[in-house]
């Protein structure tokens, strides 16, 4: 079962969603069993509860896999990633507004983009403490509210995103190009890709790439059944060709398969064990 809520409004300017996931049903669970993660644009800060740590794999072929932490913050991505789904987990989270690494965890969030990181690599032995705190809350709603009280005592009185960063974000969600924008700007092209990269961990083009990316996947989700070319000259793609390219080095799926499949959950999409993409 999942659970999420917005931030209290204090925290607003940092913090997009809080989340609480409970998936410790054994039944549920298949030996093997993995799931595509795709991007979403955001950075992400999750604190596992339950006693088995992250454990992703670099691609379909990998059968030893990568044991992370109990605590890990995921940087933004321009490509999916894969994760092991087989054993139970209980896990609390937050999605975290762009401009939030440096003030959270004092690195660039260029150095946190297409990865995840150890939380107690960045807050020391305070990650232990937190998650201590956590176990020990009764029940989600506590969780996400001692969540918040942690956030709020690391936060300082600034939202530090760059005004620039902030209308270029509104900007580009309502498709305008990057060079348009930086023309609006002033700044030069680069300058502004230094002060953009600085915030979220990702040039301009590639966060733009990204919403593309989820607007395709929006129409996919939806049940009006578009031909494949008409999602491609929708998208701005040159052909169909490209846009399954594309579609593919982010997803890990063909559009087809991802249509096919129809994931409740449109950035988590499960794949039993057999299954080829």
Known sequence: MMIRRPAHPSLRPFVKE??????CDPVQCQSGEREHVLPTGNMHLAFRLSSSPLKTFSDSQDLEGRTLSLSVLGGIRSRYYIRDISAPSCSVGVVLQPGTASLLFGTPAEELSERHTSVEALWGRESVLVR?????ASGAEQQLNRMEAILCSRLPAT????????????????????ESVVEYTGYSHRHFISLFRQALGITPKVYCRILRFQSLMKLLSENIQYPMADLA???????????????KEMSGLTPSK??????PSSHHVKLPPSSQT
């Open 18 to 23: 809080l989340w609480a996931l409970d998936h």
């Open 233 to 247: 000259q929708i998208a701005g793609f040159s052909d169909q060709a490209h846009f399954s390219r594309s579609f």
């Open 159 to 178: 939202n530090g995103l760059h005004p620039v960063v902030a209308d270029a974000l509104v900007r580009f969600q309502a498709m305008e190009s990057v």
């Open 258 to 263: 991802f249509r096919e499949i129809a994931p």
């Open 132 to 136: 201590e705190q956590l176990l020990e």
